[in-house]
């Protein structure tokens, strides 16, 4: 019997009982819609977090200091002395609040130089104007979302000051409210979300500017620039040696190399999870194989008295299996990829310290899930058909003639 005759004949056996056969294949749909639907939103936010990260500057390394050490002018020159670095400088961080939209709302400041970010983190462009120099004291560079309100409207342009509110804590915990002001020379272009820096919420100024303003002597830690990424671990390793556990040492290289290890995890366990909808999905194929058996004993009886031999018999009960797993494969597929679209434009806001950022990423519709999920559906068809099959091809052809 050719391939081509095991699929008319379990075609028809399948268009014969409809309900039956829809109900089943509905059942099989689940877990290739719970699969693709799943994976591919888990894996398209994971990939775009790890690229955000990367993005940050793969040859960039941030040294802070560790409790009860300072870093100094004769750190930043031992660290700029190190084979593999291209460059060095020092930075401070803090929050502070400004008025955007008639709304105030927290914003980042960065003391450091903007021309050695731009050279670190290549996707960072400027939109308009120019960065300001170390030496610009009073300047700043300010990110996309603070020079345009949420509708697209300009709230700071090139030679605007804008006044920053800073808060901080004093001596004794009493607050301090500190104002920090710049004038714009440069406004970055839209970054989007970021998981750790938010460069559109960032206002970026001469550190000397922070020193000044806010009456800041210590330094929030040193950026180092590594010549290229292969040199990372290697400037991170004698960094370490040197300094013991005097300094923090962290590379967005070795932080995306983590994150990438926790979405493999996770996606491990998306994968287990969703192996119970197909588990349900065989035990619906073999119920409603074992009735179509049984209610076919007589025909199978004829068909063996025809010639058909025990072989044919079970890859006709199979073959029909695995039809209801490929029509289930591929509407459980269309409705997982619907929802995976429609499930990622809720989006994912990463919250912490008075901000939010708010993510959003298409999800991972790789050919390699696709067969992966068609594999494991077929898969399916086979085992909740194999029983079935065996205990046909067992029947005996007399007893099965005389069966009512």
Do not use: C
Not at 68 to 94: M, R, W
Not at 220 to 240: F, H, Y
Request: glycine residues 10%; charged residues 15%.
């Amino acid at each position: 019997m050719r391939l081509v005759d095991m699929i008319k004949l379990s075609t028809k056996t399948l268009s014969e009982r409809k309900v039956r056969a829809v109900l089943t294949i509905i059942g099989i749909a689940i877990g290739p819609l719970a699969l693709i639907t799943i994976s591919s939103v888990t894996s398209g936010y994971g990939n775009y977090i790890v690229q955000s990260i990367l993005g940050l500057g793969q040859n960039m390394i941030v040294v802070m200091p560790g409790q009860n050490y300072k870093l100094t002018q004769d750190d930043l020159e031992l660290l700029k002395s190190i084979e593999g670095v291209v460059d060095a400088t020092p930075f401070y961080s803090t929050q502070g609040e400004i008025t955007i939209g008639g709304e105030r709302k927290t914003v980042f400041i960065y003391g450091v130089d903007s021309n050695f970010l731009l050279q670190a983190i290549i996707s960072l462009q400027v939109k308009e104007g120019s960065p300001p120099l170390e030496t610009d004291i009073g300047k700043a560079m300010i990110g996309y979302s603070i020079a345009f309100d949420n509708s697209g409207a300009r709230q700071y342009g090139i030679g605007d000051v804008i006044s920053v509110t800073v808060y901080q804590i004093g001596e004794g915990g009493r607050i301090k409210v500190k104002r920090l002001n710049v004038a714009v020379t440069a406004v970055l272009e839209k970054y989007g979300g970021a998981a750790f820096l938010n460069p559109d919420q960032t206002i970026f100024t001469p550190i000397e500017t922070i020193q000044r303003m806010l009456g800041i002597k210590d330094w929030t830690g040193i950026l180092i620039l590594a010549e290229n990424p292969s040199q990372v671990d290697q400037v991170t390793a004698k960094i370490r040696e040197i300094y013991g556990g005097n300094v923090d040492v962290i590379s967005f290289l070795a932080i995306a190399r983590i994150a990438m290890s926790i979405i493999n995890t996770v996606d491990f366990i998306t994968f287990a999870a969703t192996l119970s909808a197909f588990a349900v999905a065989i035990a619906g194929t073999a119920t409603t194989m074992i009735t179509s058996v049984i209610e076919r004993t007589r025909e199978i009886g004829v068909m063996k008295a025809l010639g058909f031999k025990d072989r044919q018999v079970l890859l006709l009960i199979i073959m029909e299996g695995v039809l209801m797993s490929l029509i289930g494969v591929a509407v459980g597929s269309a409705f997982g990829v619907v929802g995976a679209h429609l499930l990622s434009k809720y989006g994912l806001t990463i919250t912490g310290g008075g901000f939010a950022v708010r993510i959003e990423a298409s999800p991972d519709l790789s050919p390699i899930l696709f067969i992966r999920t068609t594999i494991l559906t077929i898969l399916v068809g086979i085992a909740g058909a194999a029983f079935p099959a065996y205990r046909a091809m067992k029947i005996p052809p007399a007893v099965a003639l005389r069966y009512e």
